[in-house]
């Protein structure tokens, strides 16, 4: 008789057992598929974790992460609940629970064992894992991806100087040429009309120089200690009226604690005219144009953003290529964003774009 009740509860204990292990496995099978989002491999394990507890189909599991919650349904009706914390690097970043639902035939309210709390221990060591892991995963991939962009950028700089440079020298023959000619008396009047179109050509493409080489070498420029915040201002008056007849509002959020920076004003103001001339164009009905500084360590960061349609993830490439433009032929050529690409990066600063809150572009230079 004892020798059968001490079989029996070996065989629980085992069946205990394999249960936590099946457990532990089906998470690490689940966060193994790359292809899964993060999201969509919490939300399985929160289903699944209720399968290793007494009662499975009482139980349900919840795992919080960032304020971000996936559970089984009705976990809100759980009577009782134990939970994990989730450290990650050392940082509380949420908790995984499980919960028993009242119920059942007796309407017993279920009680935990010890194991359960240490399984759902090690459910929770493990999901910080994950999560630790896929982090890191995605800050290897978009510091990979900024190297390419780098990279890319820095070779079509290297092509877009070197043709910038040998257009220069005939450009500038062109526009001498024609300005002499133009000096003749007697000229026909079809004559000297068709001299003028050459002189605008030939200025256009010289401003298309120009802003080639800006993009190429943006750093050559005169640096000054400026107020970032008061050049804001300053700018702001540029486009404010142009702003207000498309119904767009400036909203600056400057913190006052800014220092000085080491920067071409002229440029600097280029950068903020380009980024908020795209920003308002991006807002044909109308909308908000915000631009926010802030000191970060020993950066200083500018934001400039809007709540126009954004930019679709597949563009975001090719974004600050020289001539990508997505505009009618007479509303752009495709060259702002480079010229201010080539002037943050001479600045020895950075500039990405991702969502604003308000659902279009955001620039952080
Ligand atoms: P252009 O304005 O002449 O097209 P840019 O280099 O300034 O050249 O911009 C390149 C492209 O980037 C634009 O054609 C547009 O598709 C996209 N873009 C830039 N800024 C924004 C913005 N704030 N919102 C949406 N799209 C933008």
Not at 205 to 221: E, N, V
Request: hydrophobic content about 40%.
């Amino acid at each position: 008789m004892a020798r059968t009740r001490s079989t029996t509860a070996v065989k629980a204990a085992l069946r205990e057992r394999v249960k936590e292990l099946t457990c532990l496995y089906s998470m690490a099978q689940h966060s193994a598929d790359p292809a899964r989002t993060l999201d969509a491999v919490l939300d399985n394990i929160a289903r699944s974790l209720p399968a290793a507890w007494r009662f499975p189909g009482a139980a349900r599991g919840r795992i919080e992460l960032d304020g971000r919650r996936f559970e089984s349904p009705d976990f809100d009706a759980c009577a009782v609940t134990q939970e994990a914390a989730i450290r990650i690097r050392g940082r509380l970043r949420g908790r995984v629970c499980v919960g028993y639902r009242p119920g059942g035939r007796t309407g017993r309210i279920r009680a935990f064992l010890p194991e359960e709390q240490r399984l759902l221990d090690e459910a929770a060591r493990q999901l910080s894992l994950i999560v630790e892991r896929r982090e890191v995963q995605a800050e290897q991939e978009a510091i990979r991806a900024r190297l390419h962009q780098a990279d890319r950028l820095a070779t079509i700089g290297q092509m877009a100087s070197g043709m910038a440079h040998e257009l220069n020298e005939p450009l500038g023959s062109i526009l001498g040429f024609a300005q002499l000619i133009g000096k003749t008396k007697r000229l026909p009047p079809q004559a000297r009309a068709d001299l003028r179109k050459i002189e605008a050509a030939a200025l256009h493409a010289r401003d298309i120089i120009r802003k080639l080489m800006l993009f190429a070498r943006g750093g050559s420029g005169c640096r000054a200690r400026v107020d970032l915040n008061r050049l804001i201002e300053e700018a702001a008056s540029l486009w404010t009226i142009r702003g207000e007849e498309e119904h767009v509002r400036t909203v600056c959020e400057l913190d006052p604690a800014q220092p000085a920076i080491w920067a071409d004003p002229g440029q600097m103001k280029q950068v903020l005219v380009n980024l908020a001339v795209n920003a308002i164009q991006a807002m044909p009905d109308g909308g908000t144009l915000r631009i926010a500084t802030r000191r970060d360590g020993a950066w200083t960061e500018m934001t400039v953003s809007d709540s126009g349609g954004g930019i679709p993830e597949a563009t975001k490439p090719r974004l600050f290529d020289p001539f990508f433009t997505t505009k009618e032929v007479n509303e752009g050529v495709g060259l702002g964003l480079s010229v201010v690409h080539g002037i943050v990066a001479g600045h020895g600063g950075t500039i990405g774009v991702e969502r604003s809150p308000a659902g279009g572009a955001l620039f952080r230079v």
